[in-house]
């Protein structure tokens, strides 16, 4: 069963830290895009960044340049957001999807709140 697992969202103060998870299960991430996204309270999705696995390449939307970043480990089939420097703007869902010519998955979220 294809399944990705987002994990390590949580509660934390301005200027925090957390790092998110995205973990596949049933397919490798191998050639696939695997892109965070968010939706805030009110809001549309939004793409936060993503990694093409098979070269490395990442994007970054600009309000979480320089305090965002994405990385994979590929032995652990898992891709990692770490978030820095948070702000009160980043509280939402967060949501990873692998995409592939033809396929799109999509993990449950995980709730990330900025609040003092």
């Known amino acids: 069963e294809v399944q990705l697992q987002a994990s390590g969202g949580g509660l934390v103060q301005p200027g925090g830290s957390l790092r998110l998870s995205c973990e596949a299960s049933g397919f490798a991430f191998d050639n696939y895009v695997v892109a965070w996204f968010r939706e805030a309270p009110g809001k549309q999705k939004e793409a936060v960044s993503q990694?093409?696995?098979?070269?490395?390449?990442?994007y970054y939307r600009d309000s979480v340049k320089g305090r965002f970043t994405v990385s994979n480990n590929n032995a652990k089939n898992t891709v990692y957001l770490q978030m820095n420097s948070l702000e009160p703007e980043d509280t939402a869902v967060y949501y990873c999807s692998a995409i592939l010519i033809g396929k799109q998955y999509w993990g449950q979220g995980t709730l990330v709140t900025v609040s003092s």
């Open positions: 990694i093409d696995i098979s070269n490395g390449k990442t």
